[in-house]
């Protein structure tokens, strides 16, 4: 066990992407065995606050009292079996696609900062661009090898059911408690994952790290495309963007694995290295399809050119790809988005104020009007891009010092405004410590008791993940 005590090795692991203010704790403990981390947590009281990567946006990992548990020395990568990898919690994104890049074979998921660590991907179910066809990190988890905070291990594989108690490897059973709380019908990452008839799974992907601790992860992997036929579609207007987007979800000609929105600031800051946007561009939508068969790629992208055909697209301006090169730039146009505006928050020193809200598609026209009628009001700079094919957009305010109370205020609102709808608060980040005020909003009072009642099964003495979630 490597321990770390004195506060300039323990500083860097008291923040995070999200610009919270940093946290507190006595030590950072880094184990190297598995036995190593059961030995301390059978010995050892004190809080605990389990550190990933550090590029999560709730703060998550900031700790407020305790120790860190670091499990970096956890990033094994094994060998895949039946389609499906055994991978250590501390292993990369970048790492293990990597390691996947000279097979047959691909792992979906795809959150914009490739540096995050598996444990911290599965900890806030994360997604990236093409979750619109592919779905979360939620549906490629086989198995997880875990242990809670007092030192009890448990493999939970797919398909054991939370109607069955789980065995943990001291005989002792752990039994679901009864609750009438479920998660809403969107895209969602906020709080712990309940539906009826669910896996155990399902529940501890997502739970922000406060139910257990990953050892060992299993992915599932799914056969890799020959080639993604991806481009970067430009309009005059946002709203055209809009409009196109309703057409692409409801017909069967195009069928992208990723449908991702700039808004006209994005551009706008977007310009700063990328001069080549056209000029006169208000809005631009990102679609990328998977092509199983590279001998029907060109069929794929005449009917991609068809069907924009007459559209309200200024399809002359816009960028298709050509090579697998075009294919990573558009994902780096993408990505930059996200960066710059970190960038910006970091220069300005303001604490990043950015929503990761959801809503079912119902409510995709009235969100998306509801969103620029009542930013384009307000005098506050922002910006608005990401997940538009799972009306899930990140709204980032970047309000001036004088503009801080306002652009709080305008947060609250459109929280106000999602919760009418049934949406969520966090459809991918989590809930940290960051947004718990509007989580309980969002569940109400007697949902919240609901959700601790599985937190005090796992976690009586709320120990692991403290100022997490509650």
Known sequence: MIRKTNKETIAPYLIDASNHPRGNAEEVLIPETVEELIEFLKKDSRPITIAGAGTGLTASRIPSEGVVISLEKFNEIGSIVNNEIWIGPAATLLQLQNHLKNTRLFYPPNPTEWNATIGGTLATNASGSRSYKFGVTRDFVSAVDCILVDGRRVLIERGHKISKPLLMDDGSEITFPEITYSSPDCKNAAGYFVKKEMDWLDLFIGSDGTLAIFSKVCLRLIVKPDKFLSGILFFEEENHCWELTRQIKSNSLVLPCSLEYFDRYSLL????????????????????????????????????????????????????????????????????????????????????????????????????????????????????????????????????????????????????????????????????????RYFYQMVGRNNIEDLKKIKNTLDPQQRLGRGNIF
């Open 269 to 436: 800051m977007l310009k700063e290295k990328y001069p080549n946007i056209p000029m006169h561009a208000k809005a631009a939508l990102f679609f990328e399809e998977d092509v199983i068969d590279k001998k029907t790629y060109n069929i794929k992208l005449e009917k991609w050119i068809e069907f924009l055909t007459n559209k309200k697209v200024l399809l002359n301006d816009s960028w298709f790809a050509h090579d697998e090169k075009d294919v990573f730039a558009f994902h780096e146009f993408r990505h930059q988005i996200p960066i710059l505006v970190n960038e910006k928050n970091s220069k300005d020193k303001r604490e990043k104020i950015g929503t990761d809200m959801a809503v079912s598609d119902g409510y995709f026209d009235e969100m998306m009007r509801y969103y620029e009628s009542t930013l384009s009001a307000t005098g506050v700079p922002y910006v608005i891009f990401g997940h538009i094919g799972d009306n899930h957009l990140h709204i980032n305010l970047l309000p001036d010092s004088s503009q801080k109370s306002l652009a709080f205020s305008i947060y609250d609102a459109l929280a106000k405004k999602i919760f009418s709808w049934n949406g969520t608060v966090s459809a991918e980040h989590g809930i940290g410590k960051k947004k718990k």
